[in-house]
């Protein structure tokens, strides 16, 4: 057991998942409870480091959070250390200001910091890695495109929100005989659509990773029409884009690290298809929706484990990683390994042959 830990931060970076608030509890529950450390935690992600916010965490400030969606230490998807937006107009300019984090983590006494985030957040704890920082990386998002783990927690949660809904809005469908057309989140993986379209019953799943042709969905439809179901599922990542175009792109964040937001994709569906058909469509955009809320038995599990192993990491003295879930066991990898790479669908996953086989058109 590593001697040189006494005390460490934890914070929560990018999109929530739900999860989070099980994973700080697993931290904090672990390093106080098991370890007699100290634990620190800083408000809304890389913010709080920059800005010097952060609190004290005792066992009854994570009392409750199992079952609790959001995080509750706050999070923000656009601060950077590295590249610190500063100035407005002409005077805007991306400053470094790791040093002052560093120094801040230095002041509290804090030996070490689990970082609870996806790519771009895992990446800065990277990079405080390679600045002497002790860091220890926890994989969250509902996207489920982090590489070296089979599974980020809060993908479930999403899968099974996505799921009730597709299971909802079937029923109305039918009674309709209309083209419902479901977009969930997913900008470069389409993972969620294609486990929910799959769970769903989804007749047609459009991923990011398969460019579509509208005529191969319309056919689709036209031939479960002919063959007496008058109504059709289609279920749309909102990274998913036209064979030779582009996603659509909702807005633009200047100040994020990573600009782009996506969606407007299933209104571009629904409206080729009701053009061509003629048939009725309505469109749900689930958005945030899947974000929110209680999580899953199986995120709740997954999220104490990972927690709790990144606290046994660092007690071991082995900084500078991420936990996984490899299999049903949890293990670790060196976080450099996973920064900026994003798991994609591959084209031979099984799901996707599963989904062939069983008739479900993936616009291809
Ligand atoms: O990374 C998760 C994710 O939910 C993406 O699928 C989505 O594009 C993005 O976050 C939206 O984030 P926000 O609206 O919080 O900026």
């Known amino acids: 057991m590593s001697d040189d830990i006494r005390a460490i931060g934890v914070l929560t970076g990018g999109g929530d998942a739900p999860g989070l608030n099980a994973v700080i509890r697993a931290v904090v529950r672990t390093a106080i409870g098991h370890y007699k450390w100290e634990v620190v935690g800083f408000r809304d992600g890389f913010e709080g480091l920059v800005e010097k916010h952060s609190v004290n965490l005792e066992m009854d400030d994570v009392s409750g959070l199992l079952t609790r969606g959001g995080t509750i230490l706050g999070t923000s998807n656009k601060a950077n250390p590295f590249a610190w937006h500063m100035g407005e107009g002409e005077n805007h300019q991306l400053v470094d200001r790791s040093g002052e984090a560093v120094d801040y983590i230095k002041s509290l006494g804090l030996d070490a910091l689990a970082v609870i985030g996806g790519d771009g957040t895992l990446s800065i704890a990277d990079g405080l890695r390679e600045k002497g920082t002790k860091v220890v990386g926890i994989p969250k998002t509902i996207d489920n495109d982090l590489y070296e783990t089979d599974q980020t927690f809060g993908f479930d949660t999403a899968i099974s929100i996505a799921t009730e809904a597709l299971d909802r809005i079937h029923t ?193």
């Open 172 to 364: 109305t469908a039918e009674s309709h005989h209309r083209v419902m057309v479901v977009e969930v989140m997913g900008r470069n993986a389409g993972w969620l659509a294609l486990h929910s379209g799959i769970a769903g019953g989804g007749d047609i799943i459009l991923l990011p990773e398969i460019p579509y042709d509208i005529d191969k969905i319309c056919e689709k439809i036209l031939w479960r029409n002919r063959s007496g179901r008058r109504f059709s599922m289609v279920v749309v990542a909102e990274g998913a884009k036209p064979l030779g175009g582009e996603a659509v792109v909702a807005r633009v964040v200047a100040d994020s690290p990573d600009p782009i937001r996506l969606g407007g994709i299933g209104n571009v569906v629904a409206n080729q298809i009701e053009e061509r058909l003629n048939i009725e469509t309505r469109v749900t955009v689930l958005g945030h929706l899947v974000r929110g809320g209680t999580p899953t038995a199986f995120d709740r599990v997954l999220a104490s484990r990972l927690g709790s192993e990144a606290v046994h990491l660092l007690a071991r003295g082995e900084s500078g990683r991420m936990v996984r879930l490899s299999g049903s066991e949890i293990s670790s990898v060196e976080i450099s390994k996973i920064a900026n790479k994003q798991r994609l669908v591959p084209a031979d996953h099984s799901l996707l042959r599963l989904g062939r086989e069983t008739g479900i058109c993936f616009g291809d």
